[in-house]
T-cell receptor
Framework: GAVVSQHPSWVICKSGTSVKIECRSL??????MFWYRQFPKQSLMLMAT?????????EQGVEKDKFLINHASLTLSTLTVTSAHPEDSSFYIC????????????FGPGTRLTVL | GENVEQHPSTLSVQEGDSAVIKCTYS??????FPWYKQELGKRPQLIID?????GEKKDQRIAVTLNKTAKHFSLHITETQPEDSAVYFC????????????FGEGTQLTVNP
């Protein structure tokens, strides 16, 4: 069964609004979670590493003030897309790691964001 | 940083044939190489992985080989079935760095009945 959940599975919003996406690690305390973005027919691009109790580490080119990440507990990380624009429309996927003592990553089901 | 190249970008085979997808990586310190299968609109699913202390790993119809000297690894699917049709991604990481994965560009595999 699924070990990582995401909510919502899809969202449509107006340009300029903010959208929050939740990623939950089920039955496991994940100190590290990852956020990816995937455009149609493209690969997964790592946006940031979410560390429980500390600031997220963002990849080069990803605006930390636009993509706010909060990892306040060992089972929940949130990504907030602030002042969303149509170019932010994408498939956002999170993952957790270190499950079972290995560094294997397990992915959430993804959130399809459409900004009008 | 790590760079992972994946070939081919598309692969079409007849049901029952074998499919091979190849990846090369640039960081000689990478030591963990997972393969993910992603169906349209769904999450990537781990199908097999290999660590640098082994050269080959097999799980039923799926196998992965690793050549650390040449810095390449391959996914082999035998006796392909239509349900194997999906996009396959290879990835590489240094496990000591907290599993920061670098993905290949993906291969769209189509298995024709």
């Amino acid at each position: 069964g699924a070990v990582v959940s995401q909510h919502p599975s899809w969202v449509i919003c107006k340009s300029g609004t903010s959208v929050k996406i939740e990623c939950r690690s089920l039955d496991f305390q994940a100190t590290t979670m990852f956020w990816y973005r995937q455009f149609p027919k493209q690969s997964l691009m790592l946006m940031a590493t979410s560390n429980e109790g500390s600031k997220a580490t963002y990849e080069q080119g990803v605006e930390k003030d636009k993509f706010l990440i909060n990892h306040a507990s060992l089972t929940l990380s949130t990504l907030t897309v602030t002042s969303a624009h149509p170019e932010d429309s994408s498939f956002y996927i999170c993952s957790d790691t270190t499950r079972g003592g290995t560094d294997t990553q397990y992915f959430g089901p993804g959130t399809r964001l459409t900004v009008l | 940083g790590e760079n992972v190249e994946q070939h081919p970008s598309t692969l079409s085979v007849q049901e029952g044939d074998s499919a091979v997808i190849k990846c090369t990586y640039s960081d000689s310190a990478s030591n963990y190489f997972p393969w993910y299968k992603q169906e349209l609109g769904k999450r990537p699913q781990l199908i097999i992985d290999i660590r640098s202390n082994v050269g080959e790993k097999k799980d039923q119809r799926i196998a992965v080989t690793l050549n650390k000297t040449a810095k390449h690894f391959s996914l082999h699917i035998t006796e392909t079935q239509p349900e194997d049709s999906a996009v396959y991604f290879c990835a590489a990481s240094r496990e000591t760095s907290g599993s920061r994965l670098t993905f290949g560009e993906g291969t769209q595999l189509t298995v024709n009945p």
